[in-house]
């Protein structure tokens, strides 16, 4: 025999091999981790039922790689799929078929195999991987949100790149990991956590990372910049409108100052529709307190800019970042945050913090501002109270006086901390109340007045506090005296002088009550004969309401007491049913100012008995509150 015939020969004897096996492999689809091999190895063997190779079947001009491995052909699951062929292979068996022999005339007692152990099978480690930082040729880079054209998928998929990188066998090819924003399209569409090939490249929840090639991946036109001159911004404008109602909402980097509105004429030309913050499923509890928080005022700032500690979450400056440079920054600068700059946050909060159900359930002020402050940006508690405990707000505890038909915010604050037997330990930058009320529907009171300056003097532990009788500094603190001197007197007739407590506890009536000793700085004492002891007060500059599950606010646009006021709602009209979009509206209260006043509040509530009949923010405000927030403008430059 030839040297040409003993080739062709060995050759016939080979692809006999994997013909020998070839029936059951044509049955398979080559998986999605070994996609790329076949561009290296693609089959050459036509589909025979009855698994027999003929001679002119083979193309003799095609150069074959006659050593294959399965492996590269199959993926590293091939053992799997090639039942026992991988045992032959793997062993590197050369046990000759002869040709024309078919799968069902295979001998009856087959040789028995040695056992083949996991080690021996080729693994894929992360160092095979050839990560890159963009993608070649492109503005694309890791963390660009990206739309994907996939065929297994009803529609586009929208993301963020986690990973770009070269993987094994594939020197040109680039891969490109993407934590998807929408699990409803993947269903047809091969998913993991992070991995690829079982190599984990990034880390994401399961069913929401998919690898496409680099040229399936095009910049998200949802948050392309707008640009008039060119019509592929156009398209991106139209898109935008459709989906929302404004095209623009850009991020905005660096430091921004709250708003300064100096009166009602500037605050009206900020006022109308898409202004604010949009509401989408469920977010006015979060619309709301947002708005009130930073609109106009900078007692929060300080958790827009404290950088990251040992002690904070990985996720820290991620949260951080989308708070002030997507919500905060643009709210100030344009006066618009649009719902899909909001739903970021949302989604963070829902994942980094024990408070399910933020991205679409109805939930309250408190459950937000605790996932925010509390577990994730780990805000110092702005309430530290004497019994030892910290918090971020304070919930009202009063027995009901049926006496009272319009009771202020201040009265019920006082008969809460003296019932309670507590002080703080330090005037508060910020200060948080809840009214007192149960759920959404039950009110203790029906109309409650919003004081518009907070007296917190009298709560303060080793402050120094004036006698309630004659002016001078008190040393001494009576609670059973509350309420003793006049009606509807509070903590501030509860404080004497020694010569006053004497005199007027010589009464009968008080014999038994029992005072103790106010502990005074002694700087302060020293000083006290020759000053006026001062009181501590608190600015009220916002009030958020609820009615019927749907969370409002009044938001005060400065300070001082003639600062103008405005009404906020994140979902004051709607465009389009199911797939439309809500409008937020600010709306100018010139007249809330009066109405937050004792004169204003009492004939209000005198001349309207109904509350039908009430003007509609004046119904909202006095009947609707739900927390009522305070600030120390002397204090905050201190936080």
């Not at 501590?536 to 969370?551: G, K, N």
């Not at 600062?563 to 979009?581: H, I, L, T, V």
Request: charged residues 25%; hydrophobic residues 35%.
């Amino acid at each position: 025999m030839n040297a040409k015939s003993e080739n062709e020969a060995e050759k016939e004897k080979k692809l006999t091999i994997t013909n020998r096996f070839g029936d059951s492999l044509e049955n398979y689809e080559l998986s999605n981790e070994s996609e790329h091999m076949a561009h290296a190895y693609p089959k050459k063997i036509p589909n025979r039922k009855n698994g027999i190779l003929k001679n002119n079947d083979v193309n003799h001009d095609t150069a074959y790689h006659e050593d294959v491995d399965l492996a590269d052909i199959l993926g590293t699951n091939w053992p799997k799929r090639a039942g026992a062929a991988a045992m032959i292979l793997n062993n590197k068996s050369k046990t000759s078929i002869e040709p024309g022999i078919c799968e069902d005339m295979k001998p009856a007692s087959p040789p028995t195999l040695p056992k083949v152990e996991p080690e021996e099978i080729p693994r894929i480690t992360v160092a095979d991987y050839q990560p890159l930082i963009e993608i070649p040729g492109t503005d694309l880079a890791i963390g660009s949100l990206v739309e994907v054209s996939s065929p297994g998928a009803n529609e586009d998929l929208y993301g963020v790149i986690r990973w770009i990188g070269i993987p094994p066998g594939i020197q040109k090819n680039v891969l490109v990991g993407i934590e998807v924003e929408d699990e409803s399209n993947l269903k047809n569409v091969l998913t993991s956590d992070g991995r690829h090939n079982g190599v984990r490249l990034f880390t994401c929840h399961e069913g929401r990372a998919v690898f496409v090639p680099a040229n399936r991946c095009t910049a998200d036109r949802r948050f392309a910049d707008v640009d008039n001159t060119s019509m592929a911004a156009n398209r991106v404008s139209n898109n935008q409108v459709k989906k929302f109602g404004v095209a623009e909402c850009p991020a905005i980097y660096g430091s921004v100052p709250p708003l300064e509105i100096h009166n009602s004429e500037e605050l009206a030309s900020i006022c109308g529709k898409f202004k604010g913050i949009q509401g989408h499923h469920n977010s006015c509890y979060l619309d709301a307190t947002l708005f009130s928080m930073f609109t106009f005022t900078s007692v929060f700032d300080s958790i827009l800019y404290r950088h990251p500690g040992a002690q904070d979450i990985r996720n820290y400056s991620e949260v951080q970042k989308v708070l002030r440079d997507e919500i905060v920054n643009p709210l100030r600068k344009n006066v618009f945050v649009r719902s899909d700059r909001v739903m970021k946050l949302r989604e963070l909060l829902d994942q980094l913090s024990s408070v399910s159900g933020l991205t679409c359930e109805e939930k309250d002020p408190e459950e937000f501002l605790n996932s925010l402050l509390s577990q994730i940006m780990r805000v110092e508690p702005f309430l530290k109270l004497s019994s030892g405990q910290d918090s971020y707000f304070y919930q009202l505890f009063v027995e009901k006086d049926d006496k009272l038909t319009l009771p202020s915010v201040q009265q019920l604050f006082e008969q809460s901390f003296h019932s309670s037997d507590i002080k703080l330990k330090e005037v508060p930058s910020c200060f948080i109340i809840q009214m007192p009320r149960f759920g959404k529907n039950f009110k203790m009171y029906p109309r409650i007045l919003p004081s518009q300056v907070l007296d917190v003097t009298d709560i303060i532990e080793n402050s120094p506090r004036q006698c309630s009788l004659c002016g001078k500094l008190a040393e001494f603190e009576c609670r059973d005296c509350f309420g003793s001197l006049q009606a509807g007197s509070g903590l501030e007739c509860t404080a004497f002088c020694p010569k006053c407590l004497k005199t007027f506890h010589s009464h009968s009536k008080r014999s038994n009550h029992v005072s103790k000793k106010i502990s005074i700085p002694k700087d302060f004492r020293i000083m006290a004969d020759h000053m006026v002891v001062p009181r501590l007060y608190m600015e009220l500059f916002a009030v958020v309401c609820i009615e019927t599950s749907h969370y409002v606010a009044f938001v005060k646009s400065g300070s001082g007491p003639d600062a103008p006021w405005c009404f906020f709602d994140s979902m004051a009209d709607r465009k389009g049913e199911q797939n439309g979009y809500n409008i937020p509206e600010i709306t100018c209260v010139p007249e809330l100012t009066q109405w937050l006043t004792d004169e204003g509040a009492r004939s209000i509530n005198e001349t309207s008995t109904n509350d039908k009949v009430l003007p509609e923010h004046a119904k909202r405000i006095f009947c609707d509150a739900y927390m009522c927030l305070y600030q120390s403008t002397d204090i905050m430059m201190y936080h």
